[in-house]
C-alpha cells in the first residue's frame, strides 16, 4: 500500500495529500487553542463582574484597570465638556422610530481628588448639526457607575482609521475608532489610556445620551464544532486517498 503510495506515479499527489492534510490539522488545533482563549475570556468576564463594585478614587492612577476590564466601578468628578468626542455611526433602537443613527458621546471625568481624567462612554446622542456637546455637561461634582473597558487595540491598521491631524488643526472632535493614546494628547487634561468607563443605564432614560448596555457574548462560540470539522475533513483525506490510489491502480491493470 505504502510503496505505491511513493511510487513515480503517486509521489507528487502524495505530497500534495500530506500537506493538505497536515494543514487541515493544523487549523483544528488553531480552533481549539481559540476555545481555550474564548473560555479564559469568558471567564475572567465573569469573575471581573462578580466581584462588588469599586470607588476609584486618585487611587486608580496605580491601579491595572487594563486587567479589570468588566468590573463595576464608581467614579466621583466633574466632566470635561470641552474635550468630548464622538465615535460615528452609532444606533439607538426605538419601539416608535426604529433605528436612529448618531453618535457615541465620550467625555472625559476628572477623578476628583486628582488632575487625571477618565473618558466616559456615556452613550448614544442624535446627530445634531453643529454638534453641540457642552449641553450634555452635568453639573459638579457627579458620581458615575459602569463597567472598565479596553480600548481598541490596532486601530491604525483598520480600514476606517481616523486622519492625522493636519497643520493648524488642534484636535479631532468626530472619531471612527476610540484611540486612547491619541484621544489623550488632545486633552486640557492627563486622560488614563488604560481603560475607559462604560455607563450601565440602571433607569428609565429620558433624554439623551442614551447608555448602551455592555454587549457581552459569552457563549463558546464555533471553535469546537469548526475544529471537528477540520479533523474529520483530514481523516477522511488520508484514509480515502489511499482507497482511491489502490482502485485506480486495480482499473488500470484490468
Not at 95 to 112: C, W
Not at 133 to 157: F, I, K, M, N, W
Not at 219 to 237: D, M, N
Amino acid at each position: 500500500m505504502f510503496a505505491r503510495l511513493l511510487s513515480r506515479r503517486w509521489l507528487f499527489t502524495t505530497l500534495l495529500v500530506l500537506v493538505a492534510a497536515a494543514v487541515m490539522v493544523r487549523l483544528g488545533i488553531w480552533q481549539l487553542d481559540r476555545l481555550e482563549w474564548r473560555r479564559a475570556f469568558n471567564a475572567r468576564v465573569m469573575e471581573q463582574a462578580a466581584e462588588p463594585p469599586q470607588p476609584l478614587g486618585p487611587e486608580a492612577l496605580d491601579l491595572d484597570l487594563y486587567s479589570m476590564e468588566y468590573r463595576q466601578v464608581e467614579v466621583t468628578g466633574e466632566y470635561l465638556p470641552q474635550d468630548a468626542i464622538v465615535l460615528r455611526n452609532e444606533v439607538w433602537l426605538t419601539l416608535d422610530q426604529g433605528s436612529l443613527l448618531g453618535y457615541k458621546l465620550l467625555m472625559p471625568l476628572r477623578i476628583a481628588g486628582s488632575d487625571t481624567a477618565i473618558l466616559v462612554d456615556r452613550g448614544w446622542i442624535p446627530m445634531d448639526a453643529p454638534l453641540e456637546l457642552a449641553q450634555y455637561a452635568s453639573p459638579a461634582p457627579v458620581t458615575v457607575s459602569g463597567q472598565l473597558r479596553r480600548a481598541e487595540t490596532d486601530v491604525s491598521l483598520a480600514f476606517n482609521a481616523d486622519p492625522t491631524l493636519q497643520p493648524g488643526q488642534a484636535r479631532l472632535d468626530v472619531w471612527n475608532r476610540l484611540d486612547l493614546d491619541r484621544v489623550a494628547a488632545q486633552m486640557s487634561t492627563p486622560l488614563l489610556t488604560n481603560a475607559y468607563l462604560q455607563v450601565v443605564p440602571h433607569a428609565v432614560q429620558a433624554q439623551p445620551p442614551f447608555a448602551n448596555p455592555p454587549e457581552l457574548d459569552l457563549s463558546e462560540g464555533s471553535h469546537f464544532g469548526y475544529a471537528v470539522q477540520w479533523f474529520t475533513f483530514a481523516t477522511i483525506l488520508l484514509v480515502g486517498y489511499p482507497y482511491y490510489a489502490r482502485r485506480q491502480d486495480l482499473r488500470n491493470e484490468k
